[in-house]
């Protein structure tokens, strides 16, 4: 049978996506048709880097959530027939082409490049989202008081940041630890802060008004509480649970990435209290949870949104390093980073197995970077 | 002066200790403990047989007194002995590091000039499209870790596929001697990615000075172009680039273990990947010293620079 040409590899690829250009252009026509309603959002639109980078990013967003339609085959499947096979060869029981080949196992490596970006885009997010939630309520408060909580928040902050990445990794995300309670004990002190930022968030706003603080403050226990026994495994009634080795690799990125996070918060905190608005409410008899969370919190929304985007990218490479190495990932998965570390073997006969997933990773965190180029310029607008 | 230098020091010190106890009591645990076994002796070991060959070995005594007992070999400089290698660490350690420490030297003399040159260049006319560009270009540096341009550089220079085999794909003749031919690639490849941010860096810097009064006047005075960006702003603009240029370090580590076992260069880093897959703990706490000390020397550095490069800050004493 004869291979595809290139120019047909090419189309083949663009029809695959064609979810993607759909979901794409419906969220760019009406995004940019809403543009005046939608703030800081809508304001993207006027800025042809934010454009591309949210462009980018929503590729990969929509990549993943269609990714069993956009595939061709399963990722896990081998197939003799395409064992390093060049972009374009058939596979002879199904006749379908092996977009951009196969590689050294016989897998389809569109497919698994599709594939991998599910993991990412799951992780990568929550785990930032959650260092920023952890960075938050640690940051407010040190750079709020300052004195002796902001030293000592600030030297265990330090002393991870200090720490080089690659071997907290090293010695965080092996199969031992997990035999051990390390990864669940970190699992649990860090899933309880976003409850406990929740319930603070609403009572030191509503606890004169008890009606309104309990319509709020029952579903963040309820939901809030079902998650964090979830994600623990200290209750599991549904069964859905994360994998060991999942959860292992979020609680270590979330446990890297929050110092950071935690003096960004502290750095935009010390700043934003010495405005007058903080002043006027601390003359009003404001509680300090209720200024930190209700009137510094808001105002520094802008610096911490685009430092969430630049974060989601670091993940993602954080990630790809973990996979890479071969920490923690299942050794079929077709994680990004250990594709290209299964690829680059054979990278110098065959750079078609290693290639997609080293774009996929680029694409992706470069979209992020001009995302959060563009919100910076755009937020310095006003 | 002097007494910032010595709290620094004294933060310094404590960082290091606790550091180097997190990572000492990481890889005594239990069950790596009974990995280390198996693999010093066989994988058939019987849990009895682990348990006996630890409490000989002297592994089960209390963990402070064991980190206490190394500590003190330490501050002798008596790193302790390599399973791995079996060698003492002193003798496998320092050679590799020097190895590590000529990758490091010629990323940072390729690395730092071609950022200068971008930030400066790009933070010199603001929002032109020569700044546009760079700055995009910076942007895809950063975009781009090292095991992901390390790839593409492998397939673009090194392949037979695209033809352009101007670089090797592996450095291990690198080891004897460096030629661009063999030592090229992992060298470009963790100067891009460290580029972009220090390229960055100088940009807003390089931008903010611009706008700055003295160079203002310098324009109305008739100096040209040229002058005003060589010899007003400048000098001015490379004070913020510098703290950064020294904070790359910490990252330049997790670079040096990619980049390393991408083109197979047994230095550093190459070193660390084995101590950490062999359970090797005197090993692995020794490298795990030399890089939290150049991580916090660094910090140090660029603090004292800092201050030394800007007139205008002043320590309180």
Redesign the interface.
Known sequence: MEPLSTAQVFSGVLVQFTPVWIGLIVIMGLSAYFKARLSLYGRLFDSP?GMIGLGLVLFWVLTALFADQIALFDPLDQFRALKNKPPGTLEPESEIAALFGGDNLGRDVFSRMVHGSRTVMLIAPAATIFALMVGISLGLPAGYYGGSIDTTLS?VA??VL??????LF???V?P??R??A?PSGLAAVLFIIPIVFFITFFYSRFSTRPDVLWFYLIPTIVIGGFTYLHLTNIWNPTGLRMEPNTLNIFVSVVFVTSPAAFRIVRGLTMDIKTRDYVAAAQTRGEGPWYIMLWEVLPNARGPLIVDACLRI?YTT?LL??LG??GLGVEPESPDW?MT??Q??KL???Y?HA??PP??A??TL??G???LA?GLREQSLKD | MLSFLLRRLG?MA??AL??TFI?FA??N????LE?LAKEQNNMRMTDQQVTVWLEEEGYNRPMLTRYSEWLGGVLRGNMGDSTRFRAPVNEVLWERLALTGKLMFWVMVVMVPMALIVGVLAGMREGTLQD?TL??VA??S????E??S???L??IF????VGLEWFS?SSTKAMEGITVYNFGLPVLTMALYGMGYIARMTRASMAEVMTAQYIRTARLKGVSFRNIVIKHALRNALIAPFTVIMLQF?WL??GV??VE??FNYKGFGWL??EA??N?DIELLLS??II??VV??IT?LISDIGYVYLNPRIRVQA
């Open positions: 880097i030297f330090n002393l200090a720490f080089p990445v690659i071997l090293y010695l965080l092996t031992e630890i035999q051990t390390i990218g490479i790809g390093t890479f190495f980073g290209i570390n690829g680059r990278l110098r006969l750079p290693a290639l080293a774009l990773i680029m965190v470069l992020l970077n001009l180029d | 933060v404590l960082t606790c550091l990572v990481l890889v645990l239990q069950p790596n990995k546009r700055s995009t942007i895809a950063t975009a781009t870790p095991y992901v390390g790839v593409i492998t397939v090194a392949s037979k596929v794909g910490p580590l997790t273990v990619i076992s991408l660390l990947v950490a897959g359970n490298c795990s890089a939290v991580v916090l910090q």
